[in-house]
């Protein structure tokens, strides 16, 4: 007898479909982006918000669902509607004509979303149509001994929004009804209490939290208020459809986005969170094209973050990598790949463009229906990452450098979506990392720093189709060939013109490094007249009161003179002109010749100066000639004697002279000569100490051979430029002596032609203050300024009268006026009169505790002062004084977070005239003690932004 079986599906399925198959949280928004796009939204944004439980909310303005699509859609797994071809209606559309291509494929993306969070309230609207609700926790599928037809989930329409709030409690009461049953069914309520029994015993045997404790809290404290509706544009009156998903016990991915911790106060791994989503989610519509192009030009993507009610934007369309950046990369492959693999385009390199550029696949491909790759595009632009070989200007250079981090990467766009996981840092699609590890000369490629990438569509492409947890497109027959094409594209172009084999790279190599040496030489320049005009006011400073002195004495012997206090003999008037002579050699010896042509600050005192030096000689120059004439009038000895005294006298000034000046001139010699040779053993091993350690993980199997390759090249590189920028200037300087140049002179009078230098100076070094105390309220001042900019817009499209458009142009004007200047509003301001006051101690310690006093409270941290601190008094310009110590002390809560202390403290003191910014965290280590002070010495990300204060300090 022949008997039939229906399969049996647990709960569980869902959980095997949804969050165990989606690739991590990113890529799940990424998939909830993608319905959205779907249902013709020209908007989604996820918005992620503080709280004792952070919520989220993923809201759009597509067509929305009603109760029973929601019933008969939403919550049927695989629906038809993706697997047929079938037209979004009209009216559906929201005015979009165009007709989207849908980027859904297994009708599975919405579950998703169980990757967000635990607990999630759907609600929807379609035009003209009641609200559509649903409650759900995904940890319901969790348990592995309920079946899914027992798992019931609310649902309920309202027509206002006040009815939502008043039945959430209903719905809640419903939800638990699959923990604890409902009363309905007896025989649903046996089977699920026994579920829960059974999944509890499991989880404590498995030293396990209890997952239904977990649901039951959650569901009880969750609380989604009107704070967390009103982003929904449905919900706040600015659209007439579409869908939102409010979500509780949030991922921790998303919960890393809520901390308003600079990086150097954030957690390694949320900054690791942090930057894969940003790299996954940026950039998400294709935003390399052009004007002329067809896109994707009315969909909108954004990520929102909110403390209270401050919003901090995380990812916005606004701020993504654009076509105008891309095109000042200096290489790009930009063409179309036409079925059989064959490329039709321009490239260009170092700068130039090249047309009509053709490159024809490595095989002549034969293709069956199922292996065909179709045509597609590609526009991918990379730089060279050495600065010293690249076409870019530095600054041009700097922000390729900044951007990559999020923008870089060979992406892939579907229909101008991106597909997943292309373009992040984990993924090497097209080996491009693997071809660079074998010979970064030839491949010059590298993956983080292209930005661009390769366009295919879904009615050309059909073969080329996604993994069903988007990792990827299936490796297929057709998806082999099409990477097959695309590195043979990236080789060829390589070789041909941007690769160590191209003569074109050999020719722009040099150019680059003779113009780059040209701007460093300028650089050095204004290197030299900084020290020359440190030089001028130290000596100015210290030689002023001697010179005074010298021209004194001088004057005392012209007025004896002119009084006829004197009658002196030979012998004395030869004493004397002696004398002369050694105040005439102290004078010259307090020259400041040669000095700059602008002297800016110090400018009138070197007029001072100046003119008591020449004022001196011109004593010196009237004294000599009275005593010349006095000793002609006597004839008691020989002029001779005369002449070899007076000769003598200044012989021994000049041996005296040139033996001050060759004993400096030795000890630098011996400094320099032992600071060489160091430099040249610290050469000479530091390559190979550097690499042994890789060798002895490839060794211990620890790593593999195409990351140690990789790490071998890159430090060649490295090392290469550094000994060139070490030893290279010893080599130059000594070629200059040798030929009797004087460098130092040459160098000043070239520089001395710059009128501006200064002031260029003093603006840097102001500005540089000023970026490091607003790193540090950056967030909330961006915050503030966006938050008012939304506003407005809002405003503004809302129905106003001529008087109120009127008025609310002018509140826009000024609005945009300030934002352009507020970051000029602050003490650091480089125009306007400099004022002087006299501070205090205790005015010091009260603005840097007003400045800190959140930050220290939450950290714990005991900040205070000494009393000699607090009756410290300093005449000086605040604008100075207190960015040194927002910095010095924003240095302090770095490391005092680290103390092995019962308490956090950080002192202002004052001991022996010397001003002290102490703390008792572990300290820095002797070693380090010598570079502290330097931009160069932090050695990862999180120590950037605290030790470049102590250098902005140090300025």
């Known amino acids: 007898m022949v008997s039939s079986a229906v399969f049996q599906t647990r709960a569980r399925t869902i959980?095997?479909?949804?969050?165990?198959?989606?690739?991590?949280?990113?890529?799940?928004?990424?998939?909830?982006?993608?319905?959205?796009?779907?249902?013709?939204?020209?908007?989604?944004?996820?918005?992620?918000?503080?709280?004792?439980?952070?919520?989220?909310?993923?809201?759009?303005?597509?067509?929305?669902?009603?109760?029973?699509?929601?019933?008969?859609?939403?919550?049927?797994?695989?629906?038809?509607?993706?697997?047929?071809?079938?037209?979004?209606?009209?009216?559906?559309?929201?005015?979009?004509?165009?007709?989207?291509?849908?980027?859904?494929?297994?009708?599975?993306?919405?579950?998703?979303?169980?990757?967000?969070?635990?607990?999630?309230?759907?609600?929807?609207k379609k035009t003209n149509s009641e609200f559509s609700a649903c409650l759900l926790d995904w940890r319901l599928f969790e348990n592995p001994f309920v079946m899914l037809q027992d798992i019931k989930l609310p649902l309920v329409e309202f027509q206002t929004?006040?009815?939502?709030?008043?039945?959430?409690?209903?719905?809640?009461?419903?939800?638990?009804?699959?923990?604890?049953?409902?009363?309905?069914?007896?025989?649903?309520?046996?089977?699920?209490?026994?579920?829960?029994?059974?999944?509890?015993?499991?989880?404590?045997?498995?030293?396990?939290?209890?997952?239904?404790?977990?649901?039951?809290?959650?569901?009880?404290?969750?609380?989604?208020?009107?704070?967390?509706?009103?982003?929904?544009?449905?919900?706040?009156?600015?659209?007439?459809?579409?869908?939102?998903?409010?979500?509780?016990?949030?991922?921790?991915?998303?919960?890393?986005?809520?901390?308003i911790d600079s990086s150097s106060d954030a957690e390694g791994a949320d900054i690791r969170a942090k930057e894969r989503f940003n790299q996954t989610l940026a950039s998400f519509v294709n935003p390399f094209l052009r004007e002329d192009e067809p896109s994707v030009t009315d969909f909108k993507t954004s990520v929102v973050a909110w403390n209270g009610s401050l919003q901090r934007i995380?990812?916005?369309?606004?701020?993504?990598?654009?076509?105008?950046?891309?095109?000042?990369l200096e290489h790009i492959i930009e063409g179309d790949i036409d079925e059989m693999g064959q490329f039709r385009g321009r490239v260009k390199a170092f700068g130039d463009w090249h047309e009509n550029i053709t490159i024809s696949p490595k095989s002549r491909y034969k293709f069956r229906k199922d292996t065909h790759f179709g045509a597609f595009q590609i526009r991918l632009g990379t730089y060279e990452v050495i600065l010293k070989s690249s076409s870019l200007s530095e600054s041009q250079h700097a922000m390729f450098e900044d951007n990559k981090s999020v923008f870089g990467g060979c992406m892939v766009y579907r229909d101008h979506l991106r597909?997943?996981?292309?373009?992040?840092?984990?993924?090497?699609?097209?080996?491009?990392?693997?071809?660079?590890?074998?010979?970064?000369?030839?491949?010059?490629?590298?993956?983080?720093?292209?930005?661009?990438?390769?366009?295919?569509?879904?009615?050309?492409?059909?073969?080329?189709?996604?993994?069903?947890?988007?990792?990827?497109?299936?490796?297929?027959?057709?998806?082999?060939?099409?990477?097959?094409?695309?590195?043979?594209?990236?080789?060829?172009?390589?070789?041909r013109f941007i690769g160590r084999s191209s003569d074109i790279r050999f020719e722009k190599i040099a150019e680059n490094k003779a113009r780059h040496e040209a701007e460093k030489a300028l650089a050095d320049k204004k290197k030299l007249l900084k020290k020359e005009l440190k030089r001028v006011k130290l000596s100015i400073i210290k030689d002023m009161p001697l010179l005074l002195e010298s021209k004194n004495e001088l004057i005392d012997i012209t007025n004896k003179f002119k009084n006829s206090e004197v009658n002196l003999n030979q012998d004395e008037l030869v004493s004397l002109k002696h004398k002369i002579n050694e105040i005439d050699g102290n004078v010259k010896s307090y020259s400041l010749s040669p000095v700059p042509r602008t002297l800016g600050s110090v400018e009138q005192d070197y007029r001072d100066y100046r003119k008591v030096e020449t004022d001196s000689i011109e004593l010196i120059k009237d004294i000599n000639a009275t005593i010349n004439n006095a000793l002609d009038k006597l004839i008691i000895k020989e002029d001779i004697d005369i002449a070899e005294k007076d000769f003598q006298s200044k012989a021994g000034i000049l041996h005296a002279k040139i033996r001050k000046l060759s004993a400096e001139g030795r000890d630098l010699l011996k400094k320099q000569s032992a600071k060489f040779e160091e430099k040249i053993n610290l050469a000479n091993k530091e390559y190979h100490q550097k690499i042994s350690v890789y060798l002895d993980d490839l060794a211990a199997k620890r790593t593999t051979l195409e990351k140690v390759l990789v790490i071998i090249d890159e430090e060649y590189q490295e090392h290469e430029l550094r000994i060139n920028q070490q030893l290279s200037p010893y080599i130059s300087a000594l070629e200059g002596l040798d030929e009797q140049i004087d460098l130092g002179g040459l160098a000043l009078q070239t520089v001395n032609e710059s009128t501006k230098l200064k002031k260029q100076v003093e603006q840097v070094n102001a500005l540089a203050q000023l970026g490091i105390s607003i790193e540090i309220i950056g967030h909330e001042i961006e915050g503030f300024d966006l938050t008012m900019e939304r506003g407005l817009k809002a405003l503004g499209e809302s129905t106003l009268d001529n008087h109120q458009t009127n008025d609310l142009s002018k509140v826009v004007q000024a609005h945009q006026s300030l934002s352009d200047s507020w970051r000029f509003l602050s003490p650091l301001k480089l125009s306007g009169e400099k004022v002087r006051v006299m501070l205090?101690?205790?005015?010091?310690?009260?603005?840097?505790?007003?400045?800190?006093?959140?930050?220290?409270?939450?950290?714990?941290?005991?900040?205070?002062?000494?009393?000699?601190?607090?009756?410290?008094?300093?005449?000086?310009?605040?604008?100075?004084?207190?960015?040194?110590?927002?910095?010095?002390?924003?240095?302090?809560?770095?490391?005092?977070?680290?103390?092995?202390?019962?308490?956090?403290?950080?002192?202002?003191?004052?001991?022996?005239?010397?001003?002290?910014?102490?703390?008792?965290?572990?300290?820095?280590?002797?070693?380090?003690?010598?570079?502290?002070?330097?931009?160069?010495?932090?050695?990862?990300?999180?120590?950037?932004?605290?030790?470049?204060?102590?250098?902005?300090?140090?300025?």
């Open 419 to 495: 597909v997943m996981p292309y373009g992040r840092e984990d993924n090497d699609f097209f080996e491009i990392e693997k071809r660079r590890s074998k010979n970064a000369g030839m491949y010059v490629f590298t993956n983080r720093a292209c930005f661009g990438g390769v366009y295919i569509s879904k009615k050309n492409n059909q073969n080329l189709k996604d993994k069903a947890g988007r990792e990827g497109i299936i490796d297929n027959k057709a998806s082999k060939l099409f990477r097959e094409v695309v590195e043979n594209i990236l080789i060829e172009v390589a070789k």
């Open 161 to 259: 929004r006040n009815e939502l709030i008043s039945q959430l409690p209903d719905m809640f009461d419903a939800l638990m009804g699959n923990i604890w049953g409902d009363g309905e069914d007896e025989g649903r309520d046996q089977r699920i209490e026994s579920a829960w029994q059974l999944f509890h015993e499991q989880e404590l045997s498995e030293e396990k939290d209890s997952t239904k404790q977990a649901i039951e809290n959650t569901v009880i404290n969750a609380c989604f208020t009107e704070r967390h509706f009103d982003t929904w544009g449905v919900w706040n009156g600015h659209s007439s459809q579409g869908t939102a998903m409010f979500i509780a016990d949030i991922h921790d991915d998303l919960k890393s986005h809520i901390s």
């Open 15 to 124: 959980d095997h479909l949804g969050r165990e198959q989606i690739a991590d949280c990113p890529t799940a928004i990424s998939e909830l982006w993608k319905n959205a796009f779907d249902a013709y939204a020209r908007n989604v944004s996820l918005h992620i918000f503080d709280g004792e439980i952070p919520v989220a909310t993923l809201v759009d303005d597509g067509h929305g669902m009603s109760l029973q699509d929601i019933r008969q859609k939403w919550l049927t797994v695989g629906t038809e509607s993706k697997a047929t071809i079938s037209e979004t209606p009209i009216e559906d559309r929201g005015g979009i004509q165009q007709e989207r291509v849908k980027q859904g494929q297994k009708g599975i993306g919405r579950l998703s979303c169980a990757a967000l969070g635990k607990l999630m309230l759907l609600v929807s």
């Open 840 to 955: 205090t101690g205790d005015d010091i310690y009260s603005y840097v505790n007003s400045f800190f006093k959140s930050r220290l409270e939450k950290a714990d941290i005991k900040f205070s002062q000494t009393d000699s601190f607090k009756n410290l008094s300093i005449y000086e310009m605040p604008s100075r004084i207190y960015p040194v110590f927002i910095n010095l002390v924003n240095n302090s809560r770095y490391w005092v977070k680290d103390t092995e202390e019962s308490e956090k403290l950080i002192t202002l003191d004052v001991k022996d005239n010397l001003v002290y910014v102490s703390d008792n965290g572990p300290g820095v280590h002797p070693e380090d003690v010598d570079e502290l002070f330097s931009i160069s010495f932090p050695r990862n990300n999180e120590e950037v932004v605290v030790l470049a204060s102590i250098f902005v300090a140090k300025i």
């Open 314 to 328: 995380i990812i916005d369309s606004l701020h993504d990598f654009n076509i105008d950046k891309f095109d000042q």
